[in-house]
């Protein structure tokens, strides 16, 4: 039989302990939650990228991969994966920022791991598509929308087909778009800020280090 004392000595170990396991991940939580929230912060702003408010659920959106299977959305489950959408093919304008991607990826060294490349490919207004070969883009992964799911897509990403730039989205690691980056304003080293600040705010819950794409 445990004496009250025992019981007393058991009760404040475990305050202890939940205090202390509070104290270490308070700062997490307050750079988890400031980053969402950057009204609150004496700058009002944290984030370079135009955050999507509510973030859109991607699972909605129905692909297929290049060998005409499902594509399998919880594949980026647990990682940061920066997307972007073409139409037709992906031109020499969309190949300059799939580089431009994949130099950001490198850039965060060891973090690469926890960031996955995603080219979503929707056929023109003719219904033409042409699949890119993406030579020198290994570890890209390639998914494609059928004309079908045009309205889904369109109603999804918020931007324009025909527009010149080709902007890049983020979808966090609960398959969620969450931000979007215009590439004409915004710099590769401002997109690797909002990601270095992501990947450490999110690292204890984000399980990453599963794929080593170059």
Partial sequence: M???AEERGRDRSLRSLWLLSGLFALPLIAAWVLFFNPQW???GRTNHGALIDPPRSMESLILQTPEGGRFD???LQDMWTITLVSEGGCDAACIKALIKVRQIRRATAANRQRIERLLILLPDSAGRLTLPTLEGLEGTRLAIADSGQRTTVESLFPFQLSQQTIPLFLIDPRIDLMMIYDTSQ???KQILQDLETLLKASQSWVKG???GHR
């Fill in 73 to 75: 959305w919880l594949a």
């Fill in 186 to 188: 915004i710099s590769s």
């Fill in 2 to 4: 445990i004496s009250a």
């Fill in 41 to 43: 912060l004496p700058d």
């Fill in 209 to 211: 280090g599963q794929y």
